[in-house]
């Protein structure tokens, strides 16, 4: 009767019931829950705009994110997508721009972080990272959170930046939910899965609502677009090594046409490109494990897994597959497992105690294999459809082994024609100024100096004679001048204003681009009072580190001021960009 | 019939007594060259922008501009330095330049490779230890040659002592080569005339090269008849008494081109030594005035004496200086290369003539000298066939640089061919080549080795000299065997140059190949071997039976060619 009853209430023709009743009656409770939550959202999505108004007591939520290259960024992004799903009112906020007193009202906070450098933050959440740490940082009670730390096992102080603030969050009085979740290079499904998890958990108090998915847009741009889970394979137009035949090292122009893939870069973006393993070095770990028959494998070798990075755990996991005491002892005590580390690679470790391995085993050992990011050299306005990069190869010798870079070996032995898995990854805040006339600062030893020939090209392209002056630096002036006629000819147009140079191993003394900087101090303070946007992009070991300590330098000898306060504030003025690695 | 200047008069005009751009052009180090201009004037400080040829192909498209560096070089008067001298020099090429020193056929020592950025550095670690670049190219006088005979201490003291004169008093007076080498601040604003003026050049120079030779019969080292003024020792008991005076030498010819050619000087005359510097004087202010300032090809000494006649010349000389020369004495040359291995001096002190191949010194080399110039207390000889003598070595010092030489195995001679070859510089650092030379006659000779060896010539002295161009700088003209580039491995062949450097040779086969220069010569080498008279030379032998025919004068190089 009840059914009959409610038939008759029932403003759906039997025929259009029939699938919905069969679909009810196969599901579980939780798809019933969603289903419910689906169709309210489905009214309000169609319902006039007055009724639309967001039920007003929405909890809030900030997801704050420290990046470099962008992971945390664009896990930010998909988190507040996420919680706005689950009702939550998100807003995503760069640590960059954070501030320490807007954090204490936040309410429900969730952190996404990466490390850097060794153990360090990303650079533009230096000074946020460091007010946090610091003595006087105000109490954060009544702030609810969550970390999220990306990092990589193969540095020593693996996820270190997302571990403090976890840390330091709960000293200054804010409640932990959940555990900092540490997340290796494979972040992309167990980071999702925590932030749904979490974001569940929090949101478990407040009564779930409205499930917003969007009926009516079409589907999200990024979707179609090639991203780095769908790249392009882009073919290599251009592949030349720009040392001379006696340079004692090869860095590669390599151009990339994008042509029909709706890929858009801006000078300042990177291209991340998918590597193949070389395939040599796939045979040596599939022989060493005694699995050279298994073709599947060999596959999956070949561009899923990471073959060549030795982290600590895979020490220790190793060691306890095969049953290796002296490995055991080594994967166990992290000074050991350093020195261990030093110039080894996976393939060393399976050397060091042969052992015939299931797949399964060999591939349950392996990390998956990350992109690489390479900063575009090309300015779009200038080159359309192609992306042009400056690839240094990694290459050296130990153990008796010739090792070479991932994706910088595999692009050395491309040749043109062939194809390259890419995505765009975008870097918003490594831009020319919006103002014609500002200045720019640019240095860029070695292939530091890929994104301020894209820089060049955007200039030349606009017809823009912005005052702008390069710091290089490479080994010898012969060999080793990267794009030196491209240099000569924007200087000759007048387009680059000045250009400073450092070879190291010209002469009998070092001489690398903060000497140049320090012989030029009074014009480069000048500049810099004048407003010019300082750049520096390469080597984050060393060049970064000595350029900055220079600047500084600089700084108090022209001005008697505290040079480290002044960088600061240029950084927090969006003065002092750096793109290192 | 005034023919324009040619465009280097006006450069050398503008130049503020050779200072031009250069100042500014070295603070840029975008590019390691200089300014077209200015490459030109360098050539008066010693230095030549060059750029290493064999990498040409591939730098563009690397976008690299062509792989600038830079030759400097030296001015030795007489080929004469100490050991801490030679330390310093090598110190430099390690450190500012290739690695490498290069010993020429005109007794000093040339650099490549120097990267602009490091020229300063170079050039005062060069006045550091007290020697100089100072005029070893350009349109001025060169770098004055002498015997390199140390064996007779008092002849080879007053050759060399007369080389430092000549070059002395042959001196730009310009101050720039300090100026911009060694203070490295004062650029003089453009307009500001400098204080200074050439007395003997005048502000345009002279209207090309010119260089002298100082010879000490029998040795005929410096091929003094190669050169635009020489004088060649006269010596009475023992004593030098006065020179004979030459003039109007040169090798530089150009393909194809009949009305230019390598010239043997003429002798003109005997003078007293005292009066030597006057005349060299005079003959450089009548080139200056005299040489042809139109056409840079016919500018030298030897072709202003050709249009001019040389009794005019003479006459003018005589002019100029207040009386005429007295006659020319006899003399009597025995050979052009020189005597290698150990010798003693007259004085007591005992020399080493060290074969250096094409006077390059790199690598092993450069080591064993070095061991030699930290315990050698004497001085160290470049002679004008681009080797070295390890000069004045003490009594009680021979035996330690006598070990030295054996442990480095440089004790043992060449064989008669290689011990008197010359190759000139050519490629990859020469701009001028058309083929390589330096690098390859060393393999020929090897090649040419076994064929001698086969008609048992192995010991026999034979001059052979090649060079990549027909400009002549290893003076192949005045060789047994002379070798000239023509194009990349093609050689034009002369024979029939005196042994002693006074007789020019003859073209004999145009365009050979490596490979087919041997096989012209070694049937030659077996009849010479057979039929040649005693003590006669392959050179004599070729014009006694008619090989090829003897040049008697310069002007008549291209006549009678069979080839
Ligand atoms: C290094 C040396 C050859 C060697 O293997 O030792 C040499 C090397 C060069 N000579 Fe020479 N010449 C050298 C002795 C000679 C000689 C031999 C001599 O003087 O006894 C001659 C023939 C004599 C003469 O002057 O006629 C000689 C006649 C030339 C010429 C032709 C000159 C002419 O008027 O015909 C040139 C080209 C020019 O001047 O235009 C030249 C030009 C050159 C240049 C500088 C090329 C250039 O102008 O760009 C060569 C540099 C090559 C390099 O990469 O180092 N070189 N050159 C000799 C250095 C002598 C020194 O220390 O001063
Ligand atoms: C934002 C960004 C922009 C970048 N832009 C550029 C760019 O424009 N151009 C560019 O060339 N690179 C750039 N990089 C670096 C680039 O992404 C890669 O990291 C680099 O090319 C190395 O990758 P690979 O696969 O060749 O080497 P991998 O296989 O990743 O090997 C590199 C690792 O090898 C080890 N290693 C290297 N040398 C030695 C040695 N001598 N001894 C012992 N171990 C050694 C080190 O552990 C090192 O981390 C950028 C990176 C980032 C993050
Ligand atoms: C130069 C460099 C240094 C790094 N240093 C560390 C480190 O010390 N510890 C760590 O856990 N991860 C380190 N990483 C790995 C990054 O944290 C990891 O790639 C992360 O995914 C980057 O995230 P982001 O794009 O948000 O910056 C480093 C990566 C690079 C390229
Ligand atoms: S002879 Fe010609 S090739 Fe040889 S060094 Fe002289 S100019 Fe150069």
Request: glycine share 10%.
């Amino acid at each position: 009767m009840a059914s009959s009853q409610a038939t008759a209430m029932i403003p759906f023709a039997e025929e259009q019931l029939a699938p919905l009743r069969s679909l009810l009656a196969d599901s579980s409770a939780e798809q019933r829950t969603w289903l419910s939550g689906y169709i309210a959202g489905f009214q309000a999505a169609n319902a006039p705009a007055a009724a639309a108004a967001p039920p007003a007591a929405k909890p809030a939520l900030t997801v704050l994110y420290a990046t470099e290259s962008g992971n945390s960024e664009a896990l930010a992004a998909s988190a507040k997508r996420e919680a706005g799903k689950l009702g939550f009112a998100a807003r995503v906020l760069d640590m960059a721009d954070a501030s320490l007193d807007g954090l204490a009202k936040a309410g429900n906070l969730l952190v996404i972080a990466s490390t850097w450098g060794e153990g360090d933050p990303p650079q533009r959440a230096e000074a946020f990272f460091a007010a946090l740490m610091a003595s006087d940082a105000p109490p954060l009670a009544g702030l609810r959170y969550a970390v999220l730390a990306l990092g990589d096992r193969a540095y020593a102080k693996f996820c270190e930046t997302g571990r403090r603030i976890d840390t330091r969050l709960a000293e200054l009085g804010a409640t932990r939910l959940a555990p900092v979740e540490e997340c290796d290079l494979d972040f992309e499904v167990p980071a999702r899965a925590w932030i749904g998890t979490t974001l569940r958990e929090l949101g478990a108090e407040t009564p779930a609502s409205v499930i917003h998915v969007d009926f009516m847009r079409p589907p999200a741009t990024e979707a179609a677009a090639h991203s780095r889970a769908r790249p392009f394979a882009a073919e290599i137009a251009e592949l030349v090594n720009l040392n001379s035949s006696r340079s004692t090292v090869r860095n590669f122009h390599i151009a990339l046409s994008l042509a029909g893939s709706g890929l858009a870069y801006e000078p300042g973006d990177a291209i991340g490109v998918l590597p193949t393993n070389d395939p040599a070095l796939v045979d040596d770990v599939l022989r060493a494990a005694g699995l050279d028959h298994d073709d599947a494998l060999r596959a999956a070798l070949a561009t899923r897994h990471d073959i060549t990075t030795l982290t600590q755990p895979q020490i220790s996991a190793y060691a306890a597959l095969v049953g290796d005491a002296k490995l055991a002892a080594i994967g166990a005590d992290p000074l050991q497992a350093a020195a261990f580390r030093a110039e080894r690679q996976f393939i060393d470790l399976l050397d060091a105690a042969p052992h015939k391995l299931a797949a399964e085993q060999l591939a349950g050992l392996l990390r998956p294999l990350a992109p690489r990011l390479y900063s575009v050299a090309s300015s779009r306005k200038l080159v359309d459809e192609t992306a042009e990069l400056l690839v240094a190869e990694v290459a050296w010798e130990a153990h008796g082994r010739a090792r070479r870079g991932v994706a910088s070996g595999e692009i050395a032995r491309r040749r043109v024609g062939e194809t390259l898995p890419a995505y765009v990854q975008a870097n918003r805040h490594f831009r020319l100024p919006d103002e014609a006339e500002r200045p720019v600062l640019m240095i860029g030893p070695g292939t530091g100096v890929a994104p301020f020939r894209a820089f060049m090209q955007e200039q030349e392209a606009l017809g823009q004679k912005r005052r702008s002056w390069l710091f290089f630096g490479a080994r010898q002036f012969t060999h080793d001048f990267l794009y030196q006629l491209d240099w000569q000819e924007w200087l000759r147009a007048g387009l680059l204003t000045r250009m400073d140079v450092a070879f190291s191993r010209d002469q009998p003394e070092k001489q690398y681009v903060q000497d140049r900087m320090w012989e030029q101090r009074r014009d480069l303070f000048a500049w810099l009072e004048e407003g010019a946007v300082l750049y520096v992009c390469g080597d984050a070991a060393a060049m970064a580190k000595d350029v900055h300590a220079m600047l500084a330098r600089i700084v108090a000898d022209q001005s008697g001021r505290d040079g480290e306060a002044y960088l600061r504030d240029l950084v927090q003025a969006g003065r002092y960009k750096r793109d290192v690695y | 019939m005034t023919k324009p200047p040619s465009a280097n008069e006006g450069i050398k005009a503008a130049s503020r007594l050779l200072r031009g751009g250069i100042a500014e052009g070295l603070r840029d180090r975008i590019t390691g060259g200089l300014a077209a201009d200015d490459q030109q004037l360098t050539k008066f400080h010693g230095i030549y922008q060059q750029d290493d040829r064999d990498l040409r192909p591939e730098r563009a498209k690397k976008k690299l501009e062509p792989a600038y560096g830079f030759m400097a070089r030296l001015r030795v008067p007489g080929g004469v330095m100490t050991g801490p001298q030679w330390l310093a020099m090598e110190r430099i090429a390690r450190e500012r330049g290739n690695g490498t020193l290069r010993l020429t056929t005109r007794q000093t020592i040339q650099f490549h490779g120097i990267l602009k950025g490091n020229l300063q550095a170079a050039i005062r670690g060069i006045h550091a230890a007290m020697m100089d670049t100072i005029a070893a190219c350009g349109d001025v006088n060169r770098n004055v040659i002498a015997a390199a005979d140390p064996q007779r201490a008092g002849a080879h003291k007053g050759a060399v002592d007369l080389a430092r004169r000549l070059g002395g008093h042959l001196l730009p007076k310009s101050r720039a080569w300090h100026e911009i080498w060694i203070d490295g601040e004062q650029v003089v604003p453009a307009g500001d005339a400098p204080a200074e003026s050439e007395p003997i050049y005048g502000p345009t120079y002279l209207p090309r090269k010119f260089k002298i030779a100082i010879a000490v019969p029998p040795t005929n080292d410096v091929d003094v008849f190669a050169h635009d003024l020489g004088f060649i020792a006269i010596e009475q008991d023992g004593r030098c008494v006065g020179y004979d005076v030459t003039v109007g030498g040169g090798m530089g010819m150009t393909h194809g081109e009949p009305d230019t050619f390598p010239r043997t000087a003429d002798v003109i005359g005997f003078c007293t030594p005292d009066e030597a510097v006057d005349i060299a004087e005079k003959v450089v202010t009548i080139q200056r005035d005299w040489g042809d300032r139109s056409d840079r090809k016919h500018a030298r000494l030897k072709y202003t004496i050709e249009r001019e006649g040389l009794d005019r010349f003479v006459a003018e000389l005589a002019t100029r200086r207040g009386r005429a020369l007295a006659p020319a004495r006899p003399y009597a040359f025995a050979r052009s290369g020189d005597a290698l291995g150990w010798s003693e001096g007259d004085d007591g002190r005992a020399h080493f003539s060290l074969f250096i191949e094409n006077g390059r010194v790199g690598g092993a080399l450069m080591a064993a000298l070095h061991a030699i110039a930290e315990v050698h207390r004497g001085e160290f000889v470049l002679t004008p066939n681009q080797n070295l003598i390890i000069a004045g070595v003490a009594p009680g010092e021979r035996a330690a640089v006598a070990a030295l030489l054996g442990e480095h195995g440089l004790a043992n001679p060449a064989g008669g061919l290689r011990r008197n070859a010359m190759a000139c510089v050519a490629l990859p650092t020469c701009g001028l080549a058309l083929a390589e030379s330096e690098r390859s006659l060393p393999g020929l000779v090897t090649q040419l080795e076994a064929a001698l060896a086969a008609s048992g010539l192995a010991e026999d002295e034979i001059t052979i000299r090649m060079t990549g161009c027909p400009n002549g700088c290893a003076r192949p003209y005045l060789a047994e065997i002379g070798l000239v580039g023509r194009g990349p491995g093609t050689y034009h062949l002369y024979l029939g140059g005196a042994f002693d450097g006074t007789r020019l040779n003859k073209l004999f086969r145009r365009d050979l190949k490596e490979p087919e220069i041997v096989a012209t010569l070694a049937p030659l080498f077996s009849t010479y071997a057979a039929e040649r008279r005693p003590g006669e030379r392959f050179s004599d032998f070729a014009i006694r039976t008619g090989v090829v025919a003897a040049t008697t004068a310069g002007n008549r190089f291209h006549e009678d060619v069979a080839a």
